[in-house]
């Protein structure tokens, strides 16, 4: 098999996405307007999406797949008069 097995895709997928972090970090910190305080924040909330966009990533949808319109009619809710 040529590649990578699944078994060492993972470690490598958490370093390089460390290392991503860890420059993305340095980058902000060298920027003077910004304290270290300020940079942690950002770098925890791009990292609470990412780890959101993991979780949502990783369901299932299920689709109703109706084959009538008339079946599609009984999804709709009927209005109050």
Known sequence: M???????IIPVTFFVSLFLLCSIGAF???VPAMSWIAVSV????????????VIAGGRRIRIA???HASEWRKLIPKRAA
């Open 42 to 53: 950002i770098l925890l909330g791009m990292a609470l999406v990412f780890l959101l966009g």
């Open 65 to 67: 797949r109706l084959k």
């Open 2 to 8: 040529i590649g990578m097995d699944r078994y060492q």
């Open 28 to 30: 902000l910190l060298y």
